[in-house]
């Protein structure tokens, strides 16, 4: 079956640790999404990949890092410099203008 | 400053008790919204997508509708197993795809 598969679903946090949460798609979409989902708040756009070894910022990239070399892998970093990182990390991606969702990754701090 | 603001922010039907979500819209040219279904700990499920005013789409128990500043989400006889908090998000013109705005959220409550 095609989808998205995001791993770990639950992950933990040590004071400045550097920590990464995967993503792949078996969809053969080109665009990639990191979205960050905090209780009471809308969906936020953290970072996007449209093709291949390029990605751009979304409204809070701060604190966090990407790198796209694989179609379809789209980890994200949530590096020491994020000091509020608990959240529901979703990946998603699209397909005319669809976005599909991954099941997510619970983040929290120790 | 583009924004989508969804009302009520919780609903608690009975079995049966239609009713409907609103998911109102402020954006710089309109390119899509979008309406999601999201279960606790999961990801959002694709529901609709509408393009222009007057456009309607249908899925077993949901209707979705657009106007020119609104989008309802109409839940006729709904089932238990609607419960789960609904998400409105809007594309505007001049973004990439994928890069949406998204409301808070209903969270809608079916009891039997």
């Known amino acids: 079956d095609g989808g998205i598969t995001q791993s770990p679903k639950y992950l933990f946090r040590k004071e400045g640790q550097n920590v990464t949460l995967s993503c792949e798609q078996n969809?053969?979409?080109?665009?990639m999404y990191w979205y960050r989902q905090d209780p009471g708040q809308g969906l936020r756009l953290i970072y996007y990949?449209?093709?291949?070894?390029?990605?751009q910022k979304g409204d809070i990239a701060e604190g966090y890092s990407v790198s796209r070399e694989k179609k379809e892998s789209f980890p994200l970093t949530v590096t020491s410099a994020q000091k509020n990182p608990t959240a529901f990390y979703l990946c998603?991606?699209?397909?005319?203008?669809?976005?599909?969702f991954g099941s997510g990754t619970q983040l929290s701090v120790l | 400053e583009d924004q989508v603001t969804q009302s009520p922010e919780a609903l608690r039907l009975q079995e049966g008790e239609s009713s409907s979500l609103n998911c109102s819209y402020t954006?710089?040219?309109?390119?899509?919204l979008f309406w999601y279904r999201q279960d606790p700990g999961k990801g959002p499920e694709f529901l609709f997508t509408?393009?222009?005013a007057g456009e309607e789409k249908e899925k077993e128990r949901l209707k979705a509708t657009l106007t020119k500043k609104e989008s309802f989400l109409h839940i006729t006889a709904p089932k238990p197993e609607d419960s789960a908090t609904y998400l409105c998000?809007?594309?505007?013109?001049?973004?990439?795809?994928?890069?949406?705005?998204f409301g808070k959220g209903t969270k809608l409550s079916v009891k039997p």
């Open positions: 954006v710089s040219g309109l390119r899509g």
């Open positions: 998000a809007v594309q505007a013109r001049g973004g990439s795809q994928g890069n949406l705005i």
């Open positions: 969809l053969n979409h080109d665009a």
């Open positions: 990949s449209q093709i291949v070894n390029d990605f």
């Open positions: 998603a991606s699209t397909d005319r203008g669809k976005l599909f």
């Open positions: 509408l393009y222009s």
